[in-house]
């Protein structure tokens, strides 16, 4: 059973959307919101005073239109009829990585393979009015991704990501759509096909709620999720003010690779991704010298933990990938979040566990 259909999990579903829809209400005060409060809920059920007091001005009164309400419910039905997967901040399948965005969407739209979330992938981005070279490098490079069996994560705009979305499918290999629009159909419309093409075997996602238009700045917020969900970002070509820079601001603030194509000095499709390679990023200049330590990575088998008891196991277990919260760890092994830090505590001592700062744990290595 998926756990958004006990009725605890989708009223803070429904909280944060109405959050989220509130006019002058950002995502960063929605965060320092649920911080205070607890929990969408309680923050949406605050006194007044107190509810402006963390905003720091007075927006409480928006809480309570009937219009918001009607929006998000017609958007949670819209997502229950096309079978949708919906995850908040505290969802232990929430992709860890957007944790560490200044601003990560509080809930996700899935359609689709969920567990490419947590796949090696590759971001690949650029500029809408290829260049007819862009849009081969794209797709070759999405293709030969795909062969080594890295998912090929893009915005399904025209140009560079259609192309490289399609190189993945064609190698037969998975692919991650993010949408600017709700997850309920494509944006463009000529990539109907293609949309319906990456639902069969790859994932739509979208932080918006179903039947939310392509607006201007949800391209930006989009960005970032791109950013969030590759291992390394690559630019195919990028005009002066592309918003795939804007995927780059994001990805080396997560600390990421970002790679960009060398392009002709006198195309203007290829002076944004030029100069990243004059500000340091790393030139992409062999798609088989790029692709060839994905495919020769393997996974390497890690030592069985040894004299743990039910409940460290369960918590050793649980720890996969990226560092995971403790409220994600408590929730995961289903003990309070003390208990959980004294296991950890003890599981760290043992040399088994490491913690990273914000009280986020992983494996040792």
Known sequence: MDPLSRAGDLQEVRALLRLDAMPDLGLRTILRLVE????GRRALSAPASVFDQVCGRRLSGGRWDPALADRVDAGLQEAARFGMTVRSWRHPRYPEAFHHLADPPPVLFLRGDESLLSAPAVTIVGARRVTERGRDVAHRLGAALARADVTVVSGMALGVDGAAHRGALAAGGKTVAVLGRGADR???????????????????????????????????RRNRLLAGLG???????AAKRSGSLITVEHALDLGLDVYAVPGPIEEPNCEGSNALLGDGALPLLSIQDFVGPFASQGTPSEPEPLDLDETQGRIYDGLQGQPLHVDVVAAQAGIPIPEALAVLAALEILGFVEQ??????????
């Open 186 to 220: 494509a944006y463009p419309r000529s990539h109907t096909s293609l949309f319906k093409d990456i639902l069969k075997t790859g994932l739509i996602m979208s932080e918006f709620l179903p039947g939310t238009p392509a607006l201007p700045h949800h391209f930006p």
């Open 36 to 39: 205070e409060f607890g929990s």
């Open 356 to 365: 990273s700062p914000g009280l986020r744990f992983r494996r040792a290595a």
């Open 231 to 237: 291992h390394t970002v690559v630019v195919v070509e």
